[in-house]
């Protein structure tokens, strides 16, 4: 069975200073991978997506870079954060090509609070 | 392009009684379409999903949704609500010639009353 796991599960940072999520996946290969931040625990915005090893595209010009070092792992930067950073950061993957089932998998999220 | 209303913010309902969350959408093409719960401080959950075929799709934890074409609509229904369904609910769409991003809707907090 498939696994995604996202860390830490919480965090607290003062403004200027970096960021660092990880996200991986186990028990699938070449997933999809999305990262998405849900400010005030309603919608959520699209931020980085993924369909390959270095292949990223982002969808909102921010303060925040996406990195695919590995097939299964994708990772969440910034250089400085801004107080605009705070809010609940979530990567999803999904099974891509013939095999997909269609729907998205989420990770449980890391809440960031940026002070 | 394609889009997705839930135009309820919040539901109320009593447990027992029947529970509808309300799901419209537009796609340039035909659509993908899904449903999401997520409790409080967690990850969203995937509940059911609209592919092709019977427009009525059974899911998760008794949850039941219904595909109409020609009202655009994915409204996602149970019949006796628990208040362990509390929770906030999402409907998301994805047009089936269209890129692997789907567009979520701003959610639907249900909450179910003793």
């Known amino acids: 069975s498939q696994t995604i796991h996202q860390w830490p599960a919480t965090l607290v940072q003062p403004v200027g200073s970096p960021l660092s999520l990880e996200c991986t996946v186990e028990?699938?290969?070449?997933?999809?991978l999305y990262w998405y931040r849900q400010a005030a625990g309603r919608g959520l915005q699209l931020l980085f997506y993924?369909?390959?090893?270095?292949?990223i595209s982002s969808e909102v010009p921010q303060n925040l870079s996406a990195s695919r070092p590995q097939d299964r792992q994708f990772i969440l930067s910034s250089k400085k954060l801004l107080l605009s950073d705070s809010g609940f950061y979530l990567c999803?993957?999904?099974?891509?090509?013939?095999?997909?089932?269609?729907?998205?998998?989420f990770g449980p999220g890391t809440r960031l609070t940026v002070t | 392009a394609q889009s997705v209303a839930q135009p309820e913010d919040q539901v109320n309902v009593a447990e027992g009684n029947p529970l509808t969350v309300k799901c419209t959408y537009s796609v340039s093409g035909n659509p993908y379409l899904f449903w999401y719960v997520q409790y409080p401080n967690r990850g969203l959950q995937f509940l059911l999903k609209y592919i092709t075929g019977d427009n009525l799709v059974k899911g998760s934890y008794g949850f039941e949704a219904e595909f109409n074409k020609s009202q655009t609509s994915f409204h996602l229904k149970k019949p006796s609500a628990l208040v362990s369904d509390s929770a906030l609910y999402f409907c998301?769409?994805?047009?089936?010639?269209?890129?692997?991003?789907?567009?979520f809707g701003r959610g639907t907090s249900l909450i179910v009353h003793p």
């Open positions: 998301a769409v994805r047009d089936r010639g269209g890129s692997y991003i789907p567009t």
């Open positions: 993924s369909v390959g090893i270095g292949q």
């Open positions: 028990g699938t290969s070449n997933p999809n």
């Open positions: 999803a993957w999904r099974r891509p090509g013939a095999t997909s089932s269609y729907e998205q998998y």
